[in-house]
């Protein structure tokens, strides 16, 4: 499922590329750029310029590494899988919002279309004309919308379907990613504590020593 998702987030930037690079790229380690070139066979400039465009997007991120004999910068990759998924939720929003505007145009207004050419001109558009093409000089007839509404009503209704899935798969990654926080928390607290007792313990022990030595001194003195 999040494959899938991740694909579409990457493949909205670059096209089929963008798919390679899904396949390639890790969300967990990062990945020398000239490994992907060689595994997309690509020049690396090609390969740079396809991943600082998912970079623009917050899709993915990178270190770099210095080469100390050349001088030059090596870089590694990595998907950032949450940014990756808001930005698949934004797109997903945007399409839903243009193809309701869309379906509120073809319910609401008429349309008449030149059968020949196959465009469709707005019913104001069509009445300038005096309903007739302007390219072939055909009569423009009414349009019959019912198809065309029906498709996009089918389109709307995958596409928020596929929302759903993207704000779900949002939730599950950042209650994972807070409870890890809360695990590493909790840990850091346990080990302060820990450090705080064995210090406690060492100044307790020094204590002794010096109880010890200063009788010791005592003792000694008295003989
Ligand atoms: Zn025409």
Do not use: P
């Not at 939720?89 to 059968?115: A, G, M, P, Q, W």
């Not at 779900?168 to 007792?197: G, P, V, Y």
Request: aromatic share 8%; glycine share 2%; proline share 0%.
């Amino acid at each position: 499922m999040q494959k899938k998702l991740i694909d579409d987030s990457f493949s909205i930037v670059l096209g089929k590329q963008g798919l390679d690079l899904a396949k390639i790229l890790d969300e967990k380690k990062y990945i020398n750029e000239f490994i992907i070139a060689k595994k997309m066979n690509l020049t690396i400039n090609q390969v740079r310029n396809f991943l600082y465009r998912l970079f623009e997007h917050g899709l993915v991120s990178n270190i770099r590494k210095k080469d100390k004999k050349k001088g030059w910068y090596t870089y590694f990759w990595k998907i950032e899988k949450i940014n990756t998924l808001e930005f698949l939720d934004k797109e997903i929003k945007k399409r839903i919002y243009n193809l309701e505007h869309l379906l509120k145009s073809r319910e609401t207004k008429r349309f008449y279309t030149c059968e020949r050419c196959n465009i469709d001109y707005s019913e104001e558009n069509a009445l300038l004309n005096n309903f007739i093409c302007h390219d072939c000089e055909s009569v423009l007839v009414l349009k019959d919308n019912t198809k065309e509404i029906n498709e996009i009503k089918k389109n709307i209704i995958y596409l928020k379907k596929e929302l759903e899935e993207v704000e779900e798969e949002i939730k599950k990654n950042k209650d994972f990613l807070l409870k890890k926080r809360e695990r590493e928390i909790k840990k850091e607290k346990r080990l302060k504590k820990q450090a705080k007792e064995k210090l406690k313990k060492k100044k307790i022990n020094e204590k002794k020593k010096i109880k010890k030595k200063t009788k010791k001194i005592k003792s000694i003195k008295r003989k």
